[in-house]
């Protein structure tokens, strides 16, 4: 995934419905899609099996359930979503409000699969304004990606190379 990073809005929609029916707790799932592929296709929730308010790891069996699912359907991981629902010990801001920016621990399990991006949706209640924002790894440093909400891939432009010339 280079350049802008676009997600189908009925997909954004899928997670920030999950990320508020487990509020308080953190929401996590994974953004799947074809192997070759550049764009998510489907929303796949999963259980926190951490079940507190501050942390989230996939349930184990239901994470091998996926990777042969995924194998079986020839798709792959593109994207771990995961969701904030307190304010962090030192806020980055001074809003006060969960920030979808990488916890610590965050980063630590993105050095595990550093190809992969990391969606995060921070709720400061239910029914709040969700902050949606992407993350990856390059080089050990967190970097933000450039987030378009799509409603069709076929019309997303990923760079400007892929803008038509009109002169």
């Given at each position: 995934m280079?350049?802008v990073?676009?997600?189908r809005?009925?997909?954004?929609?899928?997670i920030?419905a999950?990320?508020?029916?487990?509020?308080?707790?953190?929401?996590?799932?994974?953004l799947?899609?074809?192997?070759?592929?550049?764009?998510p296709?489907?929303?796949?929730?999963?259980?926190?099996?951490d079940?507190i308010e501050?942390?989230?790891?996939?349930?184990?069996?239901e994470?091998?359930?996926?990777?042969?699912?995924?194998?079986a359907?020839?798709?792959?991981r593109?994207?771990?979503?995961h969701?904030?629902?307190?304010?962090?010990?030192?806020p980055?801001?001074?809003?006060?409000?969960?920030?979808?920016?990488?916890s610590?621990?965050d980063i630590a399990?993105?050095?595990?699969?550093?190809?992969q991006h990391?969606?995060?949706?921070?709720?400061?209640?239910a029914?709040a304004?969700?902050e949606i924002?992407s993350?990856?790894l390059?080089d050990?440093?967190v970097?933000e990606?450039?987030?378009?909400v799509?409603?069709?891939?076929?019309?997303?432009?990923?760079?400007s190379?892929?803008v038509?010339d009109?002169?």
């Amino acid at each position: 995934m280079i350049g802008v990073l676009a997600i189908r809005a009925d997909l954004v929609d899928e997670i920030v419905a999950h990320a508020r029916r487990d509020f308080p707790l953190e929401a996590c799932g994974q953004l799947v899609g074809p192997d070759p592929g550049e764009h998510p296709e489907r929303y796949v929730p999963m259980t926190n099996a951490d079940e507190i308010e501050s942390d989230f790891a996939f349930s184990p069996a239901e994470d091998i359930r996926l990777e042969r699912a995924l194998d079986a359907a020839g798709e792959r991981r593109m994207l771990v979503v995961h969701s904030h629902t307190r304010v962090p010990r030192r806020p980055l801001t001074d809003s006060g409000l969960p920030e979808a920016y990488p916890s610590v621990k965050d980063i630590a399990q993105m050095e595990w699969t550093p190809d992969q991006h990391w969606l995060i949706v921070a709720l400061s209640t239910a029914d709040a304004r969700p902050e949606i924002r992407s993350f990856h790894l390059t080089d050990g440093a967190v970097v933000e990606d450039e987030l378009a909400v799509v409603e069709s891939y076929m019309f997303a432009h990923t760079g400007s190379d892929d803008v038509p010339d009109r002169s």
